[in-house]
């Protein structure tokens, strides 16, 4: 199942394993349900922050890519 959604950012880490970076996203959805993930950073926009409005795309129920909402 594919899809997306619209949420808020809650907190964002980013870290390197091995050389690699990633960047750990908690996003708070609509209906007040949380999610977390461990993206590789050409899937998040640079410099998120806590409190942004973004764009979540999921597959399997599972985050994949984060964008910025248009405004």
Not at 3 to 30: F, I, Q, S
Not at 35 to 56: C, H, K, T, Y
Not at 57 to 65: D, F, G, L, T, Y
Request: charged share 25%; glycine share 8%; hydrophobic share 45%.
């Amino acid at each position: 199942m594919l899809g997306e959604a619209e949420a808020l950012v809650v907190d964002v880490n980013h870290l390197d394993v091995h050389g690699v970076g990633y960047v750990d996203v908690t996003v708070a959805y609509r209906d007040r349900s949380t999610a977390s993930a461990r993206l590789g950073r050409e899937s998040v926009p640079e410099n998120l922050v806590p409190g942004e409005q973004i764009i979540v795309r999921v597959a399997a129920n599972m985050i994949v890519a984060i964008e910025r909402s248009p405004s």
